[in-house]
């Protein structure tokens, strides 16, 4: 009867992992507004009603799709902890142009600004959190840019830590759209060039 139990709540477990998975690829590409329920289904190969058994509505997917980013990005922050602040940058910048090479996926946050407009507020403050959790790391790795004595690290000596940060993430989410609206994907490399330079 418990291994029974068990058994349930994993395969729950699963099929809620799958539809977050699911939904996080509808949401990269199709944006909030473009995120069916049926569709969403079909692709899991379960029925619509048995999505609202996981989640009450489709709020509720999209704040566990960027709740799941937002763990992602910290998981995939860890990993690159030991690295020296240019390759940290490095790696963030690579992070991004990997998400538009694996489909013409962006970000959730790119992915979601165009129709900001329309979404709940509780969804908006799902997403601001999560920019602010990028923001925050960028910042940091602007103040250990900031002590290194490489001139290479200009940008991130002329500007405030905060600005540098907003000003990376900037450049790196309008590198996203511009390459996905052309399908070209140098036209991030060209972007995200000058952020670069000289970083070793």
């Known amino acids: 009867m418990e ?4 058994l349930t709540r994993k395969r729950s477990a699963d099929t809620r992992d799958n539809i977050v998975r699911t939904a996080r690829r509808l949401l990269l590409t199709h944006a909030y507004l473009g995120l069916n329920f049926q569709e969403l289904a079909d692709l899991i190969g379960i029925r619509k009603a048995s999505l609202y058994h996981h989640f009450p509505s489709k709020l509720a997917v999209g704040q566990a799709v960027v ?3 937002a ?3 910290q998981r995939w922050a860890d990993t690159i902890a030991d690295l ?7 790696a963030y910048v690579q992070m991004l142009r990997d998400a538009l090479a694996a489909g013409g996926m962006v970000c959730p ?5 165009g129709e900001w407009g329309s979404l709940e507020p509780a969804l908006q403050d799902t997403i ?3 920019h602010r959790l990028q923001l925050d790391w960028l910042e940091s790795l602007a103040e250990r840019l900031r002590a290194r004595q490489n001139p290479a690290s200009a940008g991130a000596k002329t500007l405030s830590p905060r600005a540098w940060a907003v ?6 989410q309008g590198a996203l759209l511009n390459a996905r609206m052309h399908g070209d994907i140098e036209l991030y490399d060209l ?3 000058p952020l670069l330079e000289g970083k070793s």
Not at 84 to 90: D, G, I, M, V
């Open 3 to 6: 291994a029974t139990a068990e």
């Open 67 to 69: 709740d799941d980013s």
């Open 71 to 73: 763990r992602r990005f």
């Open 84 to 90: 020296s602040a240019p390759r940290q940058l490095q």
């Open 109 to 113: 946050i790119g992915a979601t600004a």
């Open 128 to 130: 601001k959190r999560f």
């Open 167 to 172: 000003h990376i993430n900037a450049t790196c």
């Open 191 to 193: 972007s995200v060039a």
